[in-house]
């Protein structure tokens, strides 16, 4: 059972999130910035930058929640049925999250290239898994594996 404290911290986290999206799709991502969203939310700064670290966390919020959306709509397709249903109705699923946000995509796939370009760096640094590669390759090349 959630606690009252936690119920205000989710409710503070989706008014931010949904202000914020209200204000990107009426004046453009690129127009709008922290102050804009914490004015109109009327939240102290700081309590914007407890739940987000920038205007971005919250673009690349709702390209997640879109994904996951749309992957909830694929599983549900079963299996046996054509792959063609399952792309239309991640086409469709896709156009009923960005449909009416349209002006955001280009912002919004800038902002998951950022992630994920981001993430790939940091993968590429990691000493566990470039140590296990070297393994890995080097059981490749005699054989073991």
């Known amino acids: 059972m959630a606690t009252l404290r936690s119920q205000q911290k989710e409710a503070t986290r989706a008014l931010l999130h949904d202000v914020a999206m209200r204000l990107f799709e009426r004046d453009g991502y690129d127009a709008v910035n922290v102050d804009d969203i ?49 792309l239309e109705v991640m086409c469709a699923a896709f156009a009923d999250i960005w449909g009416k946000r349209r002006a955001l995509l280009g912002d919004a796939g800038a902002v998951g290239m950022k992630r994920i370009v981001s993430v790939a760096r940091e993968r590429e640094e990691e000493p566990l898994r470039l140590e296990m590669i070297k393994h890995v390759e080097h059981a490749l090349a005699n054989g073991q594996l």
């Open 38 to 86: 914490v004015r109109e939310s009327g939240v102290a700064r700081g309590t914007f930058y407890f739940h987000y670290e920038s205007k971005e966390d919250i673009l690349y919020e709702a390209v997640r929640r879109g994904e996951h959306e749309i992957v909830r709509r694929m599983a549900a397709v079963d299996l046996d049925r054509p792959f063609r249903e399952v």
